[in-house]
């Protein structure tokens, strides 16, 4: 029965292989073009997601050899070089950097995805091998999008990583969370999803958490998971909202984008 890291590495592989399509045919005036991310045009984003994947396979690497892991310096080289990069070196270095960390993960055997424990660097602890692919592929998803919306307005998250992001939503909905914009806390409202379907309970009192379905919801938010996982995440627009996403109760959807700023 496949494990929550083999589903997570397939994810990443689909994910890869669709971006990477779009990318290879990008030239320098599509890559300098506004992306989802507020602040940052599609190259940045790519040079973002490709020295995210050098630094993430220095972890396995390190991890793998039983080795120290890479401190803040070496991320700091890391960035410093990509930074100097122009827009189409960010697009070619990106496909080369996240195509050999996909592979090297996909070329783990059985026993070596059940035992290897990677530090992060900015965890108190080392983590499992699903851990660590379920949060590189939060961080890809998401930016995947933010390319492939600069080009298609009606983008998605990719449907095969929206069920895996849910289950780790809630620890990030605590860091990204600003419930102290709203005046009167606390408030619990009913948080029924599709695609796939849950139910749910999001609390915003001083942080924002999921927990079961409410008895006495404030309000409920109700519309697909994956523009759900985009509210959370800063990327819920208007222009890139959903007719099928509605909010009742004492918040509205304006109130929950400035819960969830982004990042």
Same mark, same amino acid.
């Given at each position: 029965?496949?494990?929550?890291?083999?589903?997570?590495?397939?994810? !990443?592989?689909? #994910?890869?292989?669709?971006? @990477? /399509? $779009?990318?290879?045919?990008?030239?320098?005036?599509?890559?300098?073009? =506004?992306?989802?991310?507020?602040? &940052?045009?599609?190259?940045?984003?790519?040079?973002?997601?490709?020295? #995210?994947?050098?630094?993430?396979?220095?972890?396995?690497?390190?991890?793998?050899?039983?080795?120290?892991?890479?401190? +803040?310096?070496?991320?700091?080289?890391?960035?410093?070089? &990509?930074?100097?990069?122009?827009?189409?070196?960010?697009?070619?270095?990106?496909?080369? +950097?996240?195509?050999?960390?996909?592979?090297?993960?996909?070329?783990?055997? /059985?026993?070596? %995805?059940?035992?290897?424990?990677?530090?992060?660097?900015?965890?108190?602890?080392?983590?499992?091998?699903?851990?660590?692919?379920?949060?590189?592929?939060?961080?890809? /998803?998401?930016?995947?999008?933010?390319?492939?919306?600069?080009?298609?307005?009606?983008?998605?998250? @990719?449907?095969?990583?929206?069920?895996? $992001?849910?289950?780790?939503?809630?620890?990030?909905?605590?860091?990204? #969370?600003?419930?102290?914009?709203?005046?009167?806390?606390?408030?619990?409202?009913? $948080?029924? !999803?599709?695609?796939?379907?849950?139910? $749910?309970?999001?609390?915003?009192?001083? %942080?924002? =958490?999921?927990?079961?379905?409410?008895?006495?919801?404030?309000?409920?938010?109700?519309?697909?998971?994956?523009?759900?996982?985009?509210?959370?995440?800063?990327?819920?627009?208007?222009?890139?909202?959903? #007719?099928?996403?509605?909010?009742?109760?004492?918040?509205?959807?304006?109130?929950?984008?400035?819960?969830?700023?982004?990042?």
């Amino acid at each position: 029965m496949p494990t929550t890291a083999d589903t997570t590495i397939a994810a !990443l592989r689909s #994910g890869h292989d669709e971006l @990477a /399509a $779009l990318v290879r045919d990008l030239g320098p005036t599509d890559l300098t073009r =506004s992306s989802g991310a507020s602040e &940052w045009q599609v190259s940045q984003v790519l040079s973002h997601l490709g020295s #995210g994947a050098e630094i993430s396979e220095a972890a396995l690497d390190a991890a793998l050899r039983g080795a120290p892991a890479p401190d +803040a310096d070496f991320n700091k080289q890391v960035w410093v070089r &990509w930074d100097a990069m122009t827009p189409i070196e960010h697009a070619e270095g990106f496909l080369d +950097a996240n195509r050999r960390l996909v592979e090297r993960y996909e070329s783990l055997d /059985a026993a070596t %995805r059940e035992s290897v424990r990677i530090d992060l660097g900015f965890l108190p602890d080392p983590v499992d091998l699903g851990t660590a692919t379920g949060m590189r592929l939060s961080e890809f /998803a998401l930016h995947q999008w933010d390319v492939e919306v600069g080009f298609n307005r009606f983008a998605t998250v @990719a449907p095969e990583a929206v069920p895996l $992001l849910l289950d780790q939503l809630d620890g990030l909905l605590g860091l990204m #969370g600003r419930p102290d914009t709203i005046a009167d806390l606390p408030v619990e409202l009913a $948080l029924r !999803l599709s695609d796939p379907d849950r139910s $749910l309970g999001l609390r915003l009192a001083d %942080r924002v =958490s999921l927990a079961g379905a409410p008895e006495r919801p404030a309000g409920e938010i109700a519309g697909p998971a994956e523009a759900f996982l985009r509210l959370a995440a800063g990327r819920l627009a208007p222009e890139h909202t959903p #007719g099928t996403m509605t909010v009742t109760g004492p918040l509205d959807l304006d109130d929950l984008r400035r819960v969830f700023p982004g990042y």
